[in-house]
């Protein structure tokens, strides 16, 4: 077999320094190029078409999915992501067995996952390999959209993303959504909304409030009592059966 052509594509100095060191012993490989942003990638695959793309999942202007998305599945080298902790990625590349390196990249690993690269090639699963991309698409658009929050105003439907929502408090019936300086109204539980939301970046405070931790700045006692202040100023009172979890999900933001 002729050497492996490969793409390293990270934001990271060190770690594409690092992807790089561990290829030097592999004399099979040979590097093609190194990328730092996702049009830069999108870019390089279509002019060099290697073989192999080791491709981190966060990145400038378009991320490692929106790579895939770019290009097409159907025109992506094989390919092994890197991520530090998308823990939904992680889980989408088990259930559909393509392979990607946590970092900090460990060398047994990552022998681990070019013997998969070499076994791939060999055996010219381009086509499963297509489809296996496919399938990581479209369950992340799922999960996308399983996040939207749709409201009914005036003038139609306003779709919100989970990232645009500071926090959530219960309104009698409804569910009072803050975002930025516009507050909206759901006709939808507190219980469900928070079924439905990232469990890693939205925090049930209190039984009428959910939180957007990475709006939290700070939490402070006053009176007795804990709360949560967010930006801008807000107060968020927490429950006491939540305080001690909560201050440890905290903890661990830091």
Same mark, same amino acid.
């Given at each position: 077999?002729?050497?492996?052509?490969?793409?390293?594509?990270?934001?990271e100095p060190l770690a594409r320094r690092g992807i790089r060191q561990l290829l030097s012993p592999h004399k099979?490989?040979?590097?093609?190029?190194?990328?730092?942003?996702?049009?830069?990638?999108?870019?390089?695959?279509?002019?060099?078409?290697?073989?192999?793309?080791?491709?981190? =999942?966060?990145?400038?202007?378009?991320?490692?999915?929106?790579?895939?998305?770019?290009?097409?599945?159907?025109?992506?080298?094989?390919?092994?992501?890197?991520?530090?902790?998308?823990?939904?990625?992680?889980?989408?590349?088990?259930?559909?067995?393509?392979?990607?390196?946590?970092?900090?990249?460990?060398?047994?690993?990552?022998?681990?996952?070019?013997? @998969? =690269?070499?076994? +791939?090639?060999?055996?010219?699963?381009?086509?499963?390999?297509?489809? !296996?991309?496919?399938?990581?698409?479209? *369950?992340?658009?799922?999960? @996308?959209?399983?996040?939207?929050?749709?409201? +009914?105003?005036?003038?139609?439907?306003?779709?919100?993303?989970?990232?645009?929502?500071?926090?959530?408090?219960?309104?009698?019936?409804?569910?009072?959504?803050?975002?930025?300086? *516009?507050?909206?109204? =759901?006709?939808?539980?507190?219980?469900?909304?928070?079924?439905?939301?990232?469990?890693? !970046?939205?925090?049930?405070?209190?039984?009428?409030?959910?939180?957007?931790?990475?709006?939290?700045?700070?939490?402070? !006692?006053?009176?007795?009592?804990?709360?949560?202040?967010?930006?801008?100023?807000?107060?968020?009172?927490?429950?006491?059966?939540?305080?001690?979890?909560?201050?440890?999900?905290?903890?661990?933001? !830091?």
């Open positions: 077999m002729d050497r492996i052509r490969a793409i390293i594509a990270d934001d099979d490989i040979a590097i093609v190029a190194e990328t730092r942003t996702g049009h830069d990638t999108v870019s390089a695959l279509r002019e060099l078409k290697p073989d192999l793309l080791f491709l981190d =999942v966060q990145m400038p202007n378009l991320d490692g999915f929106d790579v895939v998305r770019e290009v097409g599945p159907a025109s992506m080298p094989v390919l092994v992501f890197i991520t530090a902790h998308d823990e939904f990625a992680i889980k989408a590349f088990e259930a559909h067995a393509l392979d990607y390196l946590l970092k900090p990249v460990e060398v047994e690993r990552f022998s681990m996952a070019l013997e @998969r =690269v070499r076994e +791939q090639l060999r055996s010219s699963k381009a086509a499963l390999l297509s489809r !296996k991309l496919a399938s990581i698409l479209a *369950a992340r658009e799922a999960k @996308r959209v399983r996040e939207r929050i749709i409201v +009914q105003t005036l003038r139609g439907k306003l779709i919100l993303n989970a990232d645009e929502v500071d926090w959530i408090e219960a309104d009698d019936y409804y569910a009072a959504i803050h975002s930025g300086s *516009a507050r909206h109204l =759901v006709r939808e539980s507190l219980t469900s909304l928070e079924e439905r939301l990232n469990p890693k !970046k939205f925090l049930r405070t209190h039984r009428s409030a959910i939180v957007n931790v990475d709006r939290v700045c700070e939490l402070r !006692k006053e009176a007795g009592e804990i709360f949560l202040f967010l930006e801008g100023g807000i107060r968020i009172p927490i429950s006491r059966r939540r305080r001690a979890s909560i201050a440890r999900r905290l903890r661990r933001l !830091k």
